[in-house]
């Protein structure tokens, strides 16, 4: 369920209606010139797309850029903007293999000597593909076809450019480019048995990283993970389109179910043998990351146990298989989800960066090789939320956080000695930000509630040298729609918990009449709904229900990101719970406003929204007039072992927390109008939640509205699906709220 605010922004209602529907559902508006939005600008038209640097890539030297565009790899200059020369022109290359429509992807070896192109790329889970993969030699113009053009997983090249590492059917191989040889390393792999060099499902989905495998910075030796999946149990989903469905078969474990085993390897190219590094008494850990240090004989591994409440970072000798643990963490409940820049380790050496909680909010700490804690680099009632880069030459590090609202986010930098942070992002909103290979330069996209994003170039020391996207043609068509500025506000509960929330009134809101309101919800661990970020096509449709007379808000309950690990770990064990508690208090605040309709709020949500509309609707009782429910999970004990037991523990250890927050023991408390959907081929949450959550109710006698979509996946698009999708949903809104 990783990324899911992300998915869950692609999320909007939709539909169009004439002026005759308009003039009968809503409440009687202004008169403006403005147009109203209709379902099809944004679902079919797409009229409200923003534009980003396509295939943004720093250069080496700090002074260019490269981007992909009308099938060329173009260099820019940094202070201007201006092409300085065509790197390759994709259109005069001669495949030799059969090549669909045209290159999708690009990427440098890091001496930019050659260029890795991938066309044909296959989506196959959140964050995997299958691609065709070329590699074009820029001194030789040679262009080299990888494995035969078939489809291959996490094509990566050595250190040094010489080799290209790749998987293909769960084994490792690796092509020399010196020799004109392909060498295999590994060759037990096996569909739905053995991954080599790649992650299970689980891991995926959860930990966020596909690829698994490491070339050491000497470029002598590979370090690989090894997934046995063979006692994971299979889940099987069918694909519909033919006179028998086919059925689709994946290794996906279950909370309190059998997870794969995985075994740490390293590779040497000369000897062509692999040692096993030895992974100690306890094997059901769980690696959510590994890298090389910069000693070629050093491997650093993050081990957690099952139930996530500790992490440790081991080094391992690479010709011997041993290991040393050098830091140990532990949690009362759970370690937060690690990332890429978790951790840093120096090139000099002589430590590493970490991020904990320790202290109550995550911070950054410098580390020694030995694991001796140096110093506490950044501190406050705030949380680091990404590391960005590391300037070691000028010992400083760039970083995101929450210094200035728990809703944004901004760029600040800091001495390796700590002390005070500098704030370098001066526009409002929320930032996001990408460094040249030297750290004289990154690329700031920000945007904010209700304005879309820019993407723009700044000096280190914060100052603008050129933008590359401002979206000014969308902005100007935002000016054109009937739109309310959102307001931001704060709540406290009964038990004095102050919760952050946003509220979008209608255009022509009058404060003596009273609206229905729609309440979005996700409320998931360590998420957030709440922030002065563009909502994208979520934000556009929002704007389209308030013009029709709602109004629109979401509240970020207990459990939820960006105020610390007390409130966001609250939910520990119990999950669901407090959560519910929160969204039936906000519901309740805002029955209590003269201008709401306390007889008409309605709620929805995605994913883990879905399940808190779920539970809203049971446990909310008549608080809540109306539901829509989209891929909700509704029993913990059909989700996966990584993301459910961090939160909740095995149902073998902690049975209460799965079943007294699980919206199929409540079917019998189901009131108001409630619709659920989902998507037949999601692979995430399954749709079997929803077919048992429908046996209950049906058995509960309770009547409810069902739309599923064939052949769907948990984001249910393609084609016109989104548009059905909302549409569905808006009418549902319109015909009971």
Known sequence: MKNRIILVSLVLISICFNSIQLRAQTTTKSKTAKKDIALEDI??????????????????????????????????????????????????????????????AYSFSDDEKKLLLKTKVEQIYRHSTKDQCFVYDMESKKLTTLHNGDLINFANFSPDGSRIGYLFENNIYYYDFKTGKEVQVTNDGKIN?????????VNEEEFAFTRAFYWSPDNQKIAFMRFDESNVKEFSMDKY??????????????????????????????????????????????????????????????????LQNQVEIVLYDAKSGQGKTILTEKSDTYIS??????????????????????????????????????RQITKGDWEVTELCSVDEANETIYFLSTEVS??????????????STKKLSKAPGWHSASFSSNNS??????????????SALFDKKGKEVLVLEDNAKLRETMAGYNMSKPQFFEMKTSEAVMLNGWMIKPPDFDEKKKYPVLMYV????????????????????YQMLAQMGYIVVS????????????????????????????????????????????????????????????????????????????????????????YTERYLKTPQINPKGYDENSPINFAKQLDGHYMVIHGTADDNVHFQNTVEWVDALVKANKQFDLMFYPNKNHGIYGGVTRFHLYKKMTDYILANL
């Open 193 to 201: 048995s053995i991954i080599n060099g790649g992650t299970d499902w």
């Open 555 to 642: 509240v970020d309950n207990r459990g939820t990101g960006g105020r610390g690990a007390d409130f966001k770990k609250s939910t520990y064990a119990d999950l669901g719970n407090l959560e519910t508690v929160d969204q039936i208090e906000a519901a309740k605040w805002l029955a209590g406003q003269p201008y709401v309709d306390g007889n008409r709020i309605g709620i929805w949500g995605w994913s883990f929204g879905g399940y808190m509309t779920s539970l809203c609707l049971t446990k909310g009782g008549p608080q809540f007039k109306m539901g829509i429910a989209v891929a909700p999970v509704t029993n913990w004990r059909f989700y996966d072992t990584i």
């Open 441 to 454: 330069y990154y690329l700031d996209t920000w945007s904010t509630i209700e304005n879309p994003p820019t």
């Open 522 to 541: 996700y409320g998931g661990p360590g998420s957030q709904t709440v922030t002065d970020e563009f909502g994208m096509f979520n934000y556009i449709w």
């Open 43 to 104: 679902w079919l038209y797409y009229k409200f797309v923003p534009g980003f640097p396509e295939e943004f890539n720093w250069m080496n030297d700090d002074q260019y850029y490269s981007v992909l565009e009308e099938n060329k790899i173009v260099k820019y200059g940094i202070k201007d903007r201006k092409p300085v020369q065509t790197i390759l022109d994709l259109g005069e290359l001669k495949f030799g293999v059969a090549v669909e429509d045209k290159v999708e």
């Open 241 to 306: 389109g033919s006179l028998y469905p086919e059925p689709y078969k994946f290794k996906y474990p279950k909370a309190g179910e059998d997870n794969a085993v995985i075994r740490l390897f390293v590779y040497d190219l000369a000897t062509q043998k692999s040692i096993e590094l030895d992974p100690g008494p306890d094997l059901e850990f769980y690696i959510p990351r590994a890298t090389w240090t910069q000693d070629a004989n050093t491997l650093a591994v993050m081990r957690m146990p099952r």
């Open 337 to 374: 989800e690690v990332s890429d820049n978790t951790w840093y380790f120096l090139k000099n050496g002589k430590g590493f960066i970490w991020q904990s909680e320790r202290d109550g909010f995550n911070h950054l700490y410098m580390y020694d090789m030995q694991g001796t804690l140096v």
């Open 406 to 419: 728990a809703v944004s986010r901004h760029l600040y930098s800091i001495p390796f000695a700590g002390g």
